[in-house]
């Protein structure tokens, strides 16, 4: 690999680790510069809206009904092509879930996040984010 290739895969996975930082910080304005302004995100496969970042925003925003979340992110798979890219991260994210009797529950989801990707002049965006939900735990 050469230097570039290199930048980018790092770049690629650093998006990625920001995009579920935001999300788990609850800093939903730190979602504006991962997407590109006409980016697809596709919450579909856990019952969200596949729209632009506007609407997606209140989903994701809906996490806050649970008392603590944390995505782990395992292997990225990158595809790199010019100024374009697909990018596959491997998630589980558990979140607690507290009932008005202050009992906790562990919930679980897991699945993938599909990245298509595109250089610009402020660095690598995502021009499409697919959220494939794959399995449940708790729920």
């Known amino acids: 690999m050469d230097h570039q290739e290199l930048s980018d895969r790092y770049e690629i996975a650093d998006l990625i680790t920001r995009y579920t930082r935001a999300i788990d910080t609850s800093r939903w304005d730190d979602l504006d510069a991962l997407f590109t302004e006409d980016a697809v995100l596709d919450y579909s496969s856990v019952g969200g809206p596949a729209g632009d970042l506007a609407e997606a925003k209140p989903f994701i925003a809906n996490l806050a009904g649970f008392e603590r979340w944390q995505h782990l992110v395992g292997q990225v798979a990158i595809e790199l092509d010019g100024d374009r890219a697909r990018a596959t991260a491997y998630f589980t994210n558990p979140m607690v879930a507290r009932a008005p009797d202050g009992t906790e529950t562990l919930l679980e989801v897991g699945g993938y996040y599909h990245h298509d990707l595109v250089r610009t ?19």
């Open 121 to 139: 002049p402020d660095g690598w965006r995502s021009a499409k984010l697919v959220d494939e939900n794959v399995w449940t735990k708790g729920f």
